[in-house]
């Protein structure tokens, strides 16, 4: 059975760090692992994604303070969020792609206070 468990989520104040952590089992090679994020009323929205071969995706809001890594020999990957801001507040969500399926993680909550 497939599970991923986040991790590192919480409340920090703007201009603060945090480190999102997901671990995926039951999985044995993993091909994409992302980070999604969702606010109050607005929809899911794509953070960050990696390639099992190291390509990272961002998006614009987050390039520059977020980093994306992904340790494939423990099937963990990470989310280092810097220089937070009170717009990042969301539950960010684990995503993983192995296996020919999609797979998704329960969230953590992340809340940035100004």
């Known amino acids: 059975q497939v599970q991923l468990v986040e991790s590192g989520g919480g409340l920090v104040q703007a201009g603060g760090s945090l480190r999102l952590s997901c671990a995926a089992s039951?999985?044995?090679?993993?091909?994409?692992m992302a980070w999604y994020r969702q606010a109050p009323g607005k929809q899911r929205e794509l953070v960050a994604a990696i390639a099992s071969g190291g390509n990272t995706n961002y998006a614009e809001p987050v390039k520059g303070r977020f980093t994306i890594s992904l340790q494939l020999s423990e099937n963990t990957g990470f989310l280092q969020m810097n220089s937070l801001k009170p717009e990042d507040t969301a539950v960010y969500y684990c995503?993983?792609?192995?296996?020919?399926?999609?797979?998704w993680g329960r969230g953590t909550q992340v809340t940035v206070s100004s």
């Open positions: 995503n993983v792609f192995a296996m020919g399926h999609d797979y």
């Open positions: 039951g999985i044995n090679s993993i091909n994409v």
